[in-house]
């Protein structure tokens, strides 16, 4: 089964940009769809961004539509996502996570990922 590490959290001031890297061991990243969630202090864990097997699909919470930007790359096994014009309401722990079934269109429902990263703070400064 594919292992997920996060990296690329800190702390940054609205209107910044991080990139959040996923790196992927065990399995080839290609065999998942892939998402990132994320979870703010005493609310549920939210779906973010989500990207196809073959990397041509994308879906987004309306959220953070227009600001991030969820990618990968096959040769470095790495899922990311690009944050820009970032928030205050963005601040959260991430987390990368994948299914090894294909979609048309990535799952937004936090339960159908069923390999999970540990998570990477991002926190947003006003």
């Known amino acids: 089964q594919v292992q997920l590490v996060e990296s690329g959290g800190g702390l940054v001031q609205a209107g910044g940009s991080l990139r959040l890297s996923c790196a992927a061991s065990?399995?080839?990243?290609?065999?998942?769809?892939m998402g990132w969630l994320r979870q703010a202090p005493g609310k549920e864990r939210e779906f973010v961004a989500g990207?196809?097997?073959?990397?041509?699909?994308?879906v987004y919470a309306d959220s953070v539509k227009g600001r991030f930007t969820i990618s990968r790359d096959g040769a470095k096994n790495t899922a990311y996502l690009q944050m820009n014009s970032l928030k205050p309401e963005d601040t959260a722990v991430y987390y990368c996570?994948?299914?090894?079934?294909?979609?048309?269109?990535?799952?937004?429902?936090?339960?159908?990922?069923?390999?999970w990263g540990q998570g990477t703070q991002v926190t947003v400064s006003s």
């Open positions: 990207i196809s097997r073959d990397g041509r699909n994308t």
């Open positions: 996570a994948a299914r090894s079934v294909y979609y048309l269109a990535p799952p937004t429902e936090v339960q159908t990922y069923g390999y």
């Open positions: 065990g399995r080839t990243l290609s065999d998942y769809t």
